[in-house]
């Protein structure tokens, strides 16, 4: 057990559709190892294995890295009690009541997007909404201006396409042309403080500075942070800002795509959703279940382990297929099936997330674009159709779709 031809990660078949292969895995071999990348790559599909992983930090550490290759970016990429000293200081801008007071700002933004789209009769849903709400609304949160947002977009999906690589450097050129744009940000406010009479080192009462000297925003919050008496340096600036902002945007805009897709697919959920927007939530939860947008990250082991049988020896690069345990049937009664009558008690035990230590801390923010995005798509256009069958995004981790046609009249 461990070997098996028939899955390959990166394999056409699997990426076109991984979820009949993620079944015969579960079945079959739950602990898979391919050995076609420069080190093996180990794959678990059983809900409580990937459960297990992510909640056993000690064993199954994040020092190196979320992607298959290793690669040391520390910060939010590591394991406690780093991780908890890093994860404290974006605490406040994650928090649920900021969240919360942002839903009307998101909600305006929703019915700009969507009032484009109708006049311009934009029948893509993925280019017109999915694709600007959640970079919108995550460069808002940092505090970049939005008329830099298309550039931003394309530097983080860069470095998503780069993850599949066994070779760096791939992904070097847009990080380094992201950071070098996040540093200017860093450093105009530096500039301000400076002209105001503050040294970062020297500020009398941050929350009084954020919003009057300097905007309330990420990028201020994350220059003045100090937790345990010990700020940031720079380059600890920049890994925070990217892991946000490459966590963010294309996951959340997969959740929307998805969940339109599907909704599309099945017309009568639509019209269940159209008759009774207090299905709404139940659509997200279901679709986040049934669409993981991130299907799986990596954890490496710290100790040779046995499981299932299989041996996995110390710091193997092991993925925790959150898509593949959330249709687990041992807990989800009839787990192919997309279903707004889902058990309560079903609903939120999806790992798409994560769990434990790691639980995306964007979690709120994305399922209230999602809600805010269906609601008013349902109430405006109750006629809504999908016109073809959607292509997936490139990326081997992430599970979205490239566009989604449509037509409502
Ligand atoms: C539907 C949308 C989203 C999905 C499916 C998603 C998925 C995830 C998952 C699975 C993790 C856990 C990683 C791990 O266990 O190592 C995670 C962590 C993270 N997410 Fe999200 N995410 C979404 C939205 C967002 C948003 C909107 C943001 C930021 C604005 C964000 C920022 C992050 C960050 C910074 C982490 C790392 C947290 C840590 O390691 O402590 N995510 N996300």
Known sequence: MG???????????????????????????PVHVHSEFQ??????????????????????????????????????????????????LIQKSFAPRHIAAMEKEISSLVKELIDVMEENETRDLHDALACPLP???????????????????????????????????????????????????????REVLQNAGWGEHNVPDNEKLLGEVIPDDVISGILLAEVDSRKLSDSERLVMLNQLLVGGNETTTSLITNMFWRLLSQRDLYEKIVEDPSLIPVAIEESLRFDAPVLGLYRTNTEEISLHGVSIPERSKV?????????????????????????????????????????????QLSRMEAKLAL?????????????????????????????????WN
């Not at 098996?4 to 394999?11: A, D, I, L, M, V």
């Not at 093996?40 to 020092?63: C, G, K, Q």
Request: hydrophobic share 35%; net charge negative.
């Open 3 to 29: 070997e098996s031809t028939e899955y390959n990660p990166f394999g056409e078949e699997v990426l076109e559709d991984p979820f009949p292969f993620y079944e015969d895995l579960r079945n079959s071999c």
């Open 375 to 407: 609601e008013e798509v349902a109430q405006r256009f109750p006629d809504l159709r999908l016109v073809k069958s959607p292509k997936r995004i490139e990326p081997f981790l992430l599970w979205g779709r490239k566009e989604l046609i449509v037509r």
């Open 135 to 189: 970079v919108l609304v995550i460069a808002k949160i940092l505090g970049v201006p939005t008329e830099d947002i298309n550039q931003f977009k394309e530097w983080s999906d860069a470095q998503l396409a780069a993850s599949k690589s066994s070779n760096l450097e791939d992904s070097k050129g847009p990080r380094d042309a992201m950071n070098d744009y996040l540093l200017q940000q860093i450093n105009d406010r």
């Open 39 to 88: 080190h093996p790559l180990y794959t678990l599909t059983r809900y409580d294995d990937v459960a297990e992983m992510l909640i056993n930090f000690n064993l199954w550490s994040s020092h190196y890295g979320q992607m298959p290759r290793y690669s040391v970016q520390g910060c939010l990429f590591s394991d406690p009690p780093e991780h908890t000293w890093y994860r404290r």
């Open 319 to 363: 993925m925790a297929t959150y898509g593949a345990a959330n249709r687990d049937p041992d807990v989800f009664e009839s787990p192919n099936e997309f279903r707004l009558d889902r058990p309560q008690e079903q609903l939120r035990k999806h790992l798409s997330f994560g769990l434990g230590r790691h639980f995306c801390p964007g979690a």
